[in-house]
């Protein structure tokens, strides 16, 4: 459905789901009866805009999805009542704990800052020199339901995610931050701003062949980037920038997910929600008959496996995967 408050007719509805006729007719009225549309005849059938005196008026576009799901669950024969019970079961849920596995700290504060901030994630980060000097993990990340590393660290990934018994998740680059990356190093020479030396060692690794020279807050002077150069900026750099610095001409990529990455996280986010629905309260425990078969509850991936998308060649600092070794 576009973003006009105007829905196709029933025939066009049926022949797009797949469904019945007077199913999606069904459908239309179970929404009028919810006062989601109203029914013209000869004319139509309209989305109600809400608080909205003009009855043509178009819905916000999110607005337009969920009137698009009702509909496609009406089409199955579920009721709107049902329909909302099931997102309901979909959506809420506790905060899940997500360890982000990573070497430097710039890229470890992108991973935990994406992860809380547009997925819901509460996200602890793991420095790698943690694993490999047995060190004491944070209580936060014992406690997490799935690790998320980069393509750089799949092995030390798994080891974490086997300690854990947790499944793993290695991120990919979202292809159209890596073609902005590349355009704008394609311009010239980049001054490339971040926190952690560790970080400023990798960059000519990740963009071989070109003129990336590394800024590391703390340790080098900004006052050394020329006027007109091409800045870009960690994010967690960013956010430590003298105000109005550069009059704000500084190059900083928040969201650098790919569309495969977020589906896999989401989907996750969805399966634990339904898994803790699924779960019985202590009471339903309590009142079980004995020697009744318990409720199993299979995990998305074997505990250690890594859940992976697909490498991007020549990508950036992150999100990409290599070869697993053989085991």
């Not at 329909?83 to 360890?99: F, M, P, T």
């Amino acid at each position: 459905m576009n973003r006009r408050s105007r829905l196709v007719s029933a025939r066009k509805m049926s022949r797009h789901l797949h469904a019945d006729q007077r199913a999606v007719l069904g459908a239309y009225h179970q929404l009028a009866a919810a006062e989601l549309v109203s029914l013209r005849p000869r004319s139509g059938v309209f989305v109600h805009a809400e608080r909205s005196s003009s009855m043509d008026a178009p819905l916000p576009e999110v607005a337009s999805w969920v009137v698009d799901v009702l509909l496609r669950g009406m089409s199955l024969g579920m009721t709107y009542s049902e329909s909302c019970r099931q997102a309901r079961l979909c959506l809420d849920g506790r905060r899940i704990g997500v360890v982000c596995l990573e070497c430097d700290g710039d890229q470890m504060y992108a991973l935990c800052r994406q992860l809380r901030d547009d997925y819901g994630f509460e996200s602890t980060g793991v420095d790698i020199n943690m694993l490999s000097q047995n060190e004491r993990l944070p209580r936060k990340a014992t406690g997490a339901e799935l690790v998320v590393t980069t393509r750089f660290h799949v092995a030390e990934g798994q080891q974490l995610g086997r300690r854990l018994g947790r499944p793993v998740l290695v991120a990919t680059l979202d292809p159209v931050f890596v073609s902005k990356i590349r355009r704008m190093l394609a311009q010239g020479p980049v001054w490339w701003v971040c926190t952690d030396a560790r970080f400023a060692s990798k960059l000519s690794r990740m963009w071989p062949e070109s003129s990336v020279t590394p800024v590391v807050l703390g340790r080098d002077s900004l006052d050394t980037i020329p006027a007109e150069a091409i800045v870009y900026a960690t994010r967690a750099a960013s956010e430590r920038l003298p105000p109005c610095w550069r009059a704000g001409r500084v190059v900083t990529v928040p969201q650098v997910f790919s569309p495969e990455t977020a589906r896999r996280l989401l989907a996750f986010q969805v399966g634990r929600n339904l898994q803790t629905a699924a779960a019985p309260t202590p009471l339903a425990r309590s009142a079980a008959v004995p020697g009744s078969a318990a409720l199993q509850l299979v995990p998305d991936r074997p505990a250690g496996h890594a859940v992976t998308g697909r490498a991007l060649p020549g990508d950036s600092a992150s999100m990409g995967r290599p070869r697993t070794p053989s085991r």
